[in-house]
Nanobody, 127 residues
Framework: EVQLVESGGGLVQAGGSLRLSCAAS???????????IAWFRQAPGKEREGISC????????HYADSVKGRFTISSDDAKKMVYLQMNSLTPEDTAVYYC?????????????????WGKGTLVTVSS
């Protein structure tokens, strides 16, 4: 059974940084690096928003305009880990952050395209 477990969330002041981690396990049908891993976030009262993804086979990355230049996604395939480095955080970044896996290439940060989801980690940015 595929499991994705996020960690690294917490409370940070505006302008600060956090690094989120996504630990993946249970990829038996297809190898882990056949997938792409995406980060989504959902703020209270808002729809889930795709913010970044990485295609593990070629490490191609994509970012939403809202985080471009501030967030960096990376992976360690040997450890089956994906990270999201978040810098210059603002209160608008406050949300539950989820990692998700999609077979093959990033398809455009589409919620409906994801095959597996983690349970999320809360990031709160104070002003």
């Amino acid at each position: 059974e595929v499991q994705l477990v996020e960690s690294g969330g917490g409370l940070v002041q505006a302008g600060g940084s956090l690094r989120l981690s996504c630990a993946a396990s249970g990829f038996t049908k297809f190898p882990f690096d056949d997938y792409s891993i995406a980060w989504f976030r959902q703020a209270p009262g808002k729809e889930r928003e795709g913010i970044s993804c990485i295609t593990l086979s070629d490490e191609e990355t994509h970012y939403a305009d809202s985080v471009k230049g501030r967030f960096t996604i990376s992976s360690d395939d040997a450890k089956k880990m994906v990270y999201l480095q978040m810098n210059s955080l603002t209160p608008e970044d406050t949300a539950v952050y989820y990692c998700a896996a999609e077979y093959a290439y990033c398809s455009g940060l589409d919620v409906d395209a994801m095959d597996y989801w983690g349970k999320g980690t809360l990031v709160t940015v104070s002003s």
